[in-house]
């Protein structure tokens, strides 16, 4: 039997080896991703991090929405935001789901167990004991801290998201693509916009689908219509198209034009509502020819609010217009494009009608530098790739002037100067609006405010940051105008005490293309050194300002007090 058995053993080992080896991996198959389910997977590029966070942008994005599109028709903007909270009873019925007893407690992520309930109860009992005897001592007794229940992840906060506005509306048959389809818009072109991605409220809607499952609902009515356009619709995220459920033209009850758009998603109002309202109130800084009714609606009446943002003045900045690329600011692929659209037939005329700052006999002496296989009226349909490189590197190393600013659209001195005293009621207030100026064939203006004392500001440094025109409230220390104020700035020097007055710095930049930094593109850059130069100078001529305030205002009070003494 042994003898066997050992004679078996040999065959058995290569056996055993055999399972050790690895399985052959499958042959990977190509798959593709729409642009839809891109952002759905990658969120956070959007701001989308966390609930708190999606609910913060949402808000935001319909509001930057509803000012571009009543400022497109040269109206003054009113916008009424609410956020309406869904208790879990609700949500269920809405999405058609009933209610269930629990049966299994055990299998619930907030479970307590019968030991860890008792040793709850006797740590808050043993604080109870601790803040009788401080009592009784009269020491100060502090607040007992309301002892945290263990959240389980089912317990998700919803919020109706609704965002009214006076602006353009909507073509009725546009709506469906307008926000079922991501990277499908109106607003892509070179030009000074508020948006950061060009997503939106499709982002909103994609988040909506993945939070809830429930689909987004648009009223829109434009000029001379007699009637609303109403569109209910998801997104179809695999195929990035447009999931409609209805989409009808309804009776029109009352004169009105715009846009209503409600949009049902998970949130989180407790983490973000300073956030958000901070976000209105710097908004309403920087735009003070809008009206912003702001409520937020909630079962429990004292969490419910209503806050008005009055309308200052009727002053509104132009709008902003859409320009040509500067030669040096172009690159390899763009170039390619612009030769696939241009409606110009030869080389000299598409020189001179698809970039800014080439003339006639300027494009002439370009075309003479690229070469000799180059002639003006060469067809621009037939250049080859080669040529194509030469044109670009011509571009980057020929000499251009800069482009001008007139396609920008910056708030105004006056603007800035009114929001600043319409929100923080300062003492003194000093504004600069800068010239335009360039960096890497971009033209961009800045403007500063600052003020000096005021209600609801809190004493040092309160640096409000805005990019073409929106507030940004995230990665502040990062940011170049936040660093540019702390570190840049001999505040000491302009008679204004950093530690322990109340300054309020207000700086914002207006440009085709914001440099701004980071995947949430939430703050800009320190190292573009023409937009860290042109902060810091319009800084300090409202610092200069200031300090002439400043300086009069204390020899006017040293006269008052060398009257009083001679009066004695």
Known sequence: ?????????????????????????????????????????????????????????????????????????????????????????????????????????????????????????AKAARNQEIQAKNAALGKKVKEPTPSKGMKGRGGASFYRVTCKDNGRGMPHDDIPNMFGRVLSGTKYGLRQTRGKFGLGAKMALIWSKMSTGLPIDISSSMRGQNYVSFCRLDIDIHRNL???????????????????????????????????????????????YAQFVFKFVSDTSDKSMTIKFARRTDVMPPVPLETKHHPSSVDLLLIKRLITETSKQNLLQFLQH???????????????????????????????????????????????????????????????????????????????????QVFEGHPFIVEA???????????????????????LLFEQ??????????????????????????????????????????????YIGDDITEIATAVKYAIQQCCIQLKNKIVKKMQAREQQERKRNLSK
């Open 477 to 522: 220390g990062a940011d170049v105008v936040t660093r540019t104020a702390l570190k840049r700035i001999n505040w000491t020097s302009y008679k204004i005490n950093q530690m322990q007055d109340k300054i309020g710095v207000f700086v914002s930049i207006v440009s085709t293309k914001i440099p701004f930094k980071g995947t949430g593109k939430e």
């Open 354 to 436: 698809e970039f800014v700052n080439i003339s006639k006999a300027h494009a002439e002496r370009l075309i003479g530098e690229m070469g000799p296989e180059f002639q003006p009226k060469m067809l621009i349909k037939s250049l080859t790739d080669q040529q194509i490189v030469r044109i670009h590197q011509l571009f980057r190393q020929a000499k251009f002037e800069d482009p001008v600013g007139d396609c920008l659209s910056p708030a105004g001195e006056y603007n800035l100067r009114l929001g600043i005293i319409k929100e923080l009621h300062p003492d003194m207030v000093a504004t600069y609006s800068g010239s335009a």
């Open 242 to 288: 447009p999931h409609i459920h209805i989409h009808e033209k309804q009776e029109k009850k009352e004169e009105w034009h715009g846009a209503e758009i409600q949009v049902v998603i998970e949130g989180n109002w407790t983490t973000y509502r300073s956030k958000i309202l901070h976000y209105m109130r710097q908004m309403a800084v920087i735009t003070p």
């Open 1 to 121: 039997m042994e003898a066997r058995g050992s004679s078996e053993s040999p065959p058995d080992q290569p056996k055993r080896g055999k399972s050790k080896t690895p399985r052959k991996a499958k042959d990977s198959v190509l798959k593709q991703k729409s642009p839809a389910e891109f952002f759905a997977e990658n969120k956070n590029i959007a701001g989308f991090d966390n609930p708190g966070k999606c609910l913060y942008t949402t808000v935001r994005e319909l509001v930057e929405n509803s000012l571009d599109s009543a400022e497109s028709i040269s109206e003054l903007p009113a916008v009424e935001i609410t956020i309406e909270e869904i208790g879990k009873v609700k949500f269920n019925s809405m999405i058609g789901l009933v209610d269930r007893e629990r049966v299994d407690e055990e299998l619930y992520d907030d479970y307590e167990t019968a030991k860890a309930r008792e040793k709850r109860l």
């Open 449 to 471: 405010g600052v003020s000096f004392g005021g209600k609801d500001v809190k004493q040092g440094l309160n640096i409000f940051r805005f990019a073409n025109r929106i507030p």
